[in-house]
């Protein structure tokens, strides 16, 4: 079993910033991949950023050039810090670790931490 804590969130005004961290906890073994998630009300939950071991990462467009994606190897910690927010980004965030493991992979989530953007 993983658990992932994360922190962070909150209210922001349209243009300002906000950090999340996720920390992971448990068996955690192999490569993984660790990301964000969102769920806006009424919409699926898309992802935002994933970030892999060897450091490569990945955005959704939407995100791209406002929200940065870092992780702690050693704390099996991965960041997320979101600049020039808008109010479409209002949404749930969830952490992701995502364990590469044979013959199955393993997916485990966090809690969910609330984004609001007003306007």
């Known amino acids: 079993q993983v658990q992932l804590v994360e922190s962070g969130g909150g209210l922001v005004q349209a243009g300002g910033s906000l950090s999340l961290s996720c920390a992971a906890s448990?068996?955690?073994?192999?490569?993984?991949?660790m990301g964000w998630y969102r769920q806006a009300p009424g919409k699926q939950r898309e992802l935002v950023a994933t970030?892999?071991?060897?450091?490569?990462?990945n955005y959704a467009d939407s995100v791209k050039g406002r929200f940065t994606i870092s992780r702690d190897n050693a704390k099996n910690t991965v960041y997320l810090q979101m600049n020039s927010l808008k109010p479409e980004d209002t949404a749930v965030y969830y952490c992701?670790?995502?364990?590469?493991?044979?013959?199955?992979?393993?997916?485990?989530w966090g809690q969910g931490t609330q984004v609001t953007v007003s306007s």
């Open positions: 992701n670790i995502h364990i590469i493991g044979w013959p199955q992979t393993y997916d485990y």
């Open positions: 448990g068996n955690i073994f192999g490569i993984n991949v």
């Open positions: 970030a892999a071991g060897g450091g490569r990462t």
